[in-house]
């Protein structure tokens, strides 16, 4: 037994996700009991400064280098909350953090080096509770000829392929993405992707028009409809048709292109939020029929993250993928919320067995590797 | 005995410097013999990347993921051409690397975090040398309370004490530093600061009268004279009358202040290099009146870094501290050029070893601390 406290903060920058876990073994004999889990929300100036250093034009290093160290603290203090919430007395072996991206550079251009950036400095975690810190994950499995994401996916196989049904696990966060776990599968049998955005740019476009974070049970998106060409044109963007593994972000679906989109159609603007919430289920069902049913019945579809409390965004994927079941993590006794902070600790408790984590047929790596870094108990001196 | 690596990029833009050095111990039982040392410049092109990078005006998130990596590849690259230079066939036990700073705000304003940043992701390394990487070193002596600068006097201590003499070690790079080491120190004894600028105002104002990268053996300033109202006025800055422990860096004496003055006095760019090398030569002896005479008798200054080979910086600088032998550290048997990559690889060997290695007398942190994340092997599967 390891008490180990995973960490997860998003593109939908909806806060920091903190998940107690209850570990032992590692690769396929890995057994992980969530104990707790809470998410700590950002407040909003650390949120328009997360937005302001993700965008080219926004950015500068002096805000970089110090939202980094910011992060940081911000992390150690929800662990600070969480573990006198909940009383957590047992010690950790490790905390293990998914950072913050503010870029990634799957496939640059303007003679950019392919990479990706995942803010919120270890140390002061580390420091505060005197624990090792595993943090990022990302760029090994760039180096090793990844996409660097996703990640989630080699946990998802851990914890849930079933030895009877073909399952597809939708995560809708900021972006959305999908793992497909044949039944019975090995490692080799999964794939996953990026289906394209999740709750990106309808939460962008709720706070263009109502300042609001996110689309409560899509019930914005249930009192407007279709705008016809502004679907067309979105249904449009090469990333759909691209072939898989293929990872996006903020780049693509982010606030610089639905900022675009809500000057134009100001006069709608349920009418926006109904069309980017059909845009993201008719990407989930599009790439299902795309890239998984040409090769696989899919028996089952579970839905994870933010997204899956969205009613109406959940309606249109049932209806947009006739004959298949859509289920809520929670439906299975799962949740939805943690699943991705309870990932990163199963990815670092590979790292600290020494283990590989990243799955080749997910992230497009040439190799399996060890990922991330290790940050020492700063205060644990042989 | 122990192969490593220690590598260094400082704020001159030099470019990388690679030390191969033979460790044992750790802590005051640590023994280092240099066994090859390189120093491989950057490309003009790279070099435009960090400068703009680290100017709040010309930097941008896009361009810092990028070049995070891209010096991480130009690390890997170093290296591997300096194991077939040196035609080097032992195994190594760890790459340990500086980074390039490109932002460091131990005293920040406007709302932003007391931090640092240091890029070259140490995945590529890791990668393409199957071994441990040591990276990131002065965030958690910053978390511990310190300025995360500098971190060489702790090296210095276990290379340099000396049992008869009071020794004053001055690094010339980017940035001036000192380290002082009263005879048969103890190591809360030691005291280290930065002096100021070393060749970074006359590089960069090289740089703009001459598009050339430094001032060769000071034989454009010696053509030169000085400019009174302007050295008057660089004197008057602040920062020289601050109290150790302190830090400075670009933010303080880089480009941005040096093109104003090459602006204002674009007539006499001799006598700006000459000014600029006077005030570095004055900054440092200016340094030692005030706040390391008044304690102790110096016996003896051993210059280190670039600009040792600076020979009028090196007249000015007896000139300013008559009755004081100065020497360089090759008068003693020792290389100028290597020392900050060596110091690396000491570094690294004690967050190996699970050793703390910040100096509290010379970084102002509150107690001592394991530096450093440690990429693992991502090869090594157990």
């Known amino acids: ?36 889990y809470k998410s700590y929300p950002y407040d909003s100036v650390t949120q328009q400064e997360i937005l302001a250093a993700s965008h080219i034009e926004t950015s500068n290093v002096a805000l970089i280098c110090s939202l980094n ?76 000829g990844g996409n660097g994401a996703p990640l989630v996916p080699y946990t998802e196989y851990l914890l849930f392929r079933d030895s009877q049904k073909n399952r597809v696990l939708q995560n809708i966060g900021g972006i959305g993405n999908v793992t497909v776990l044949p039944k019975n599968c090995t490692e080799d049998e999964i794939f996953a992707f990026d289906t394209g955005p999740g709750n990106m740019m309808i939460n962008a476009a709720m706070q263009y028009f109502f300042q609001k974070d996110y689309d409560d049970r899509g019930n914005v998106a249930k009192q407007g409809k279709i705008i016809p060409e502004l679907l067309k044109n979105l249904q449009s963007h090469p990333y759909f048709d691209k072939l898989p593994p293929k990872a996006t972000g903020r780049e693509l679906f982010g606030e610089d292109v ?37 090769k696989l019945v899919i028996d089952e579809v579970i839905i994870g993250g933010g997204g899956a409390y969205n009613q109406f965004l959940m309606d249109r994927l049932s209806y ?43 992230t497009g790596a040439k190799i399996p590797v060890i990922l991330g870094n290790i940050t020492p108990n700063p205060w644990n001196f042989k």
């Open 69 to 144: 160290f910011k992060l940081g603290k911000l992390y150690s203090e929800a662990v600070t909350q969480f573990l006198k919430e909940f009383n957590v007395q047992s010690p950790l072996e490790f905390i293990a953090i998914h950072g913050q991206t503010i870029h990634h550079l799957p496939n640059p251009t303007n003679g950019l080096t392919h990479s990706t950036l995942q803010i919120g400095d270890p140390a002061q975690l580390a420091f505060d509770h005197k624990t090792i810190v595993v943090s990022n994950f990302r760029p090994m499995d760039m180096i090793a």
């Open 1 to 36: 037994m390891a008490y180990a406290i995973g960490m997860m903060s998003g593109t939908s920058l909806d806060g920091i996700d903190v998940a107690l876990v209850d570990l032992s073994g590692c690769d396929e004999n890995t057994t992980c009991e969530l104990i707790h």
């Open 320 to 362: 947009n993928l006739p004959n298949i079941t859509v289920k809520r993590q929670e439906d299975i006794g799962l949740s939805s919320d943690a699943k991705e902070a309870i990932a990163f600790a199963i990815l670092g408790n590979q790292t600290i067995h020494s283990r590989p984590s990243n799955l080749m047929s997910a």
């Open 258 to 294: 639905v900022n675009k989109i809500c000057v134009h159609y100001h006069q709608f603007p349920n009418d926006v939020i109904h069309t980017l919430t059909e845009l993201t289920a008719w990407s989930i069902a599009d790439s299902y029929q795309k890239f998984i049913m040409p």
